[in-house]
């Protein structure tokens, strides 16, 4: 099975994301992913396309591949997403990257095993390995602007959801809500576990009923 960089999803809400930037300069332990499920099928699709390509797969920063490649309508990918808000900002912590089915490591730690790799510190692998001094100033400068106006993750996955919400039919929306239903029902019953497992609920004794 092909293992693919750069893909990975939001850890609070499994959420598909592609990872441009997995640290960030000056803030180590943040990146900058794209929400693919909140892009129009035309977007969504050529970028999908583009980090299953060998350009995408061979660079350091799928950034790098974005900002080569144009969109349909001929914008070039990064510039695109960045004006149109599609830029997040997400703790390292809150990522888990997902190379192939049933492996996923949290982007964390996957940034702490380059940076051994590396001998540097997390704080370095913001800059290319093969980069000069002028390239990394461009490519420092241009991660610390799309940065400074990418959207918060809650903010983002919020409009991505009431996008989402909008294009659904009804049928769609009725089993949505069905599924975010059962999830809830679920998650009841295991905080009442584990609550029980902690303080047993007393049972009224007959005489006391």
Do not use: W
């Not at 149109?84 to 996957?110: A, C, D, F, H, Q």
């Amino acid at each position: 099975m092909q293992s693919l960089k750069h893909v990975g999803r939001i850890k609070a809400t499994n959420k598909k994301v592609l990872v441009a930037y997995r640290t960030l300069p000056g803030d180590a332990y943040s990146c900058l992913v794209v929400a693919t499920e909140s892009l129009d099928d035309q977007f969504h699709n050529a970028i999908i396309n583009l980090v299953e390509s060998p350009a995408a797969q061979e660079a350091y920063e799928f950034a790098e591949a974005l900002d080569r490649t144009q969109f349909p309508d001929g914008s070039r990918m990064l510039p695109s997403l960045h004006s149109r808000g599609r830029l997040i900002k997400v703790s390292t912590s809150n990522v888990e990257m997902t190379p192939t089915i049933g492996v996923s490591i949290l982007l964390s730690e996957l940034n702490q095993i380059i940076a051994e790799q590396r001998g540097v510190a997390i704080d370095g692998l913001c800059i290319a390995p093969s980069s000069g001094d002028k390239a990394q100033a461009q490519e420092i400068a241009r991660v610390q602007e799309a940065s400074n106006t990418a959207k918060t993750a809650a903010a983002a996955i919020a409009e991505a959801e009431q996008i989402a919400q909008e294009n659904m039919t009804p049928e769609q929306q009725a089993k949505d809500y069905r599924s975010k239903a059962d999830k809830l029902a679920k998650e009841a019953a295991a905080f009442r576990r584990m609550a029980e497992e902690l303080v047993p609920t007393k049972k009224k004794s007959t005489e006391e009923a």
